[in-house]
Nanobody
């Protein structure tokens, strides 16, 4: 059974860092893009970063570029989101999700609204506050 479990959320001061982890089980990440999304209270869910299938190419949206980095461990079962220079507007529930891409998704990924991520974790709360 395919499962995603996030961890690593918490409370941090502005300018601080957090590292979120997404542990995958029941499937091979090489055939999936893994995306990180967030949803703040009263706002729509937005994609922030992703990593492609077998080639593990990272991508992040402009609002977090240079601050957030997505990576996959050498064993390929965990995808991390390193978040630095956190701002109060980064406060949200963060989710990881998987999208099947097969062999054709080795080099690119996307967290835009046209991409349907089929599997989702339960989310982890990130709060950035003094």
């Amino acid at each position: 059974q395919l499962q995603l479990v996030e961890s690593g959320g918490g409370l941090v001061q502005p300018g601080g860092s957090l590292r979120l982890s997404c542990a995958a089980s029941g499937f091979t990440l090489d055939y999936y893009s893994i995306g990180w999304f967030r949803q703040a209270p009263g706002k729509e869910r937005e994609g922030v970063a992703c990593i492609s299938g077998s080639e593990r190419r990272p991508y992040s949206v402009d609002s977090v570029k240079g601050r957030f980095t997505v990576s996959r461990d050498i064993y390929g079962n965990t995808v991390d989101l390193q978040m630095n220079s956190l701002k109060p507007e980064d406060t949200a529930v963060y989710y990881c999700a998987a999208h099947y891409v097969g062999v054709y998704g080795a080099f690119k990924c996307d967290v835009g609204p046209k991409v349907n991520y089929e599997y989702w974790g339960q989310g982890t709360q990130v709060t950035v506050s003094p």
